[in-house]
C-alpha cells in the first residue's frame, strides 16, 4: 500500500472555514414518515419557522427536543439530512435500535405531530478545492455521510465506507459525483468493534488530495483515525474525526481534531 507522505501531495492544509449562525429554536409539524430500511425512519418537518433555517455543512447538528421525565426536555443531535427554505421542510434521519426518548418519539410520530429543534450553532464548512473523500462511519453517520454524497458535483470523487447490521440497512444515494461504496456488516451489539470497518479500509487506496472524514462511536473513530496517523503517516490536518455516540452515556459525542 502506498505511503500517502510519498504518493499523495497532502502538504498543504485544506481550508475550514467555521460559520456560526444565530441560535433560534423551532416548533415544526411532521408532515411526512417513511420507513427507510428496518433501522432507519426518514421524517420530514414543515414550518414557517424554516424560513431562515441555515445549514452549511452535510455534518452540521441540530438539537431535537421532546419531552422527559417530569417537565423536563430531554435533547439529542441529529443531522439536519436535506432542507429546502423555500418548500418550508426539513428532514431528518433517526437511527431506531436504540430506545431513548427521541427514538421513541420518531417511532410514534405521525402527520400532525409537533416537534421542536435548535441551531444548528454553526458549520464547519470545508473549502469546495477538495476533489477527494473518504467518508466512513457507522448508522449514526449515515445521514451526514448520505448528504455529503448527494451534495457533491460531478467533479467530485467519493469513497464511502459504513458500518451497518447486515444487507437490509444499505442505503442508495442519489448522486453527480464519481461514487464507490462499501458495506461493513457487523452485528449491532459490535457497533464498538472497529475490526468490520478496518478490514475494508486496509484494501482502500487514498487518491492524492483525499479529505478523511470519520464518525462512529468514539472507540471506533479513535482506533481508525490513529490507523490513518500511525500505520499509514496521514496528516491529521486532512483528517475530520467525530465520535458521534459514547458506549453507556446518553448524549456524549467526542471531538478528535
Known sequence: MDNPQTSNPNSSVPK?????HELKRRTLTVSNVEKMTPGMLRIELA??????????????????????????????????RRYDTDARTLVIDFAIHEAGPVT????????????EIGGPR???VISDDVKNWLLVGDETALPAIGRRIEEAGSDVRITA??????????????????????????????????????????????????FVWIAAEASVTRALRTYFVEERGYPLSWIKASGYWVKGKADATEKFD
Open 47 to 80: 414550518g414557517e419557522d424554516l424560513a431562515d433555517f441555515v445549514s452549511l455543512a452535510p455534518d452540521d447538528h441540530i438539537k431535537v427536543l421532546v419531552p422527559g421525565p417530569g417537565e423536563e426536555m430531554v435533547r439529542r443531535d441529529y443531522t439536519p
Open 122 to 124: 454553526g458549520s464547519a
Open 161 to 210: 465506507i459504513m458500518a451497518v447490521a447486515d444487507a437490509a440497512e444499505h442505503q442508495i444515494f442519489q448522486t453527480d459525483a464519481q461514487l464507490e461504496t462499501h458495506w461493513a456488516h457487523r452485528p449491532l451489539s459490535e457497533a464498538t468493534d472497529a475490526s468490520a470497518l478496518m478490514a475494508v479500509l486496509q484494501s482502500v487506496e487514498l487518491a492524492p488530495g483525499t
Open 16 to 20: 475550514i472555514e467555521r460559520v456560526r
Open 104 to 115: 421513541q418519539w420518531a417511532l410514534g410520530a405521525r402527520p400532525g405531530d409537533s416537534l
